[in-house]
C-alpha cells in the first residue's frame, strides 16, 4: 500500500492528513525532513497550535517520529522528522 492510501484509508482528521503529505513532499529518500512550525502553519493555511496537534497525532498514530535537535550552546534548535 502506498503512503497516501495508507493515510487515506486511516482514522486520521484531514488537518493531520494535511500535515503528514506536505512532511512527505519535503522529505528526502530516507523520509527525513525539518520543516519549521511557523513554516509548515504559513505555507498550508494552519495555525502553529493545529500544526502541533496534528504532528502530535501523526506520532500518536505511529507514521512519523519526532528528534529534537540542539545547537552547540544547549538551546533548542528545531525538530528533525522521520516518516515511517
Known amino acids: 500500500m502506498s503512503y497516501f492510501q495508507k493515510i487515506y484509508h486511516s482514522e486520521l482528521n484531514h488537518r493531520a492528513r494535511a ?3 506536505y ?4 522529505a528526502d529518500r530516507e523520509g527525513k525532513c525539518w520543516p519549521g512550525i511557523r513554516t509548515m502553519a504559513q505555507e498550508l493555511g494552519l495555525s502553529r497550535s493545529t500544526v502541533k496537534r496534528a504532528l502530535d497525532d501523526l506520532c ?3 507514521l512519523l517520529t519526532r528528534e529534537p535537535r540542539w545547537r552547540e ?3 533548542l534548535t528545531s525538530n528533525l522528522y522521520r516518516l515511517r
Open 19 to 21: 500535515v503528514y503529505m
Open 23 to 26: 512532511l512527505k513532499d519535503h
Open 60 to 62: 500518536k498514530a505511529g
Open 73 to 75: 550552546n544547549g538551546s
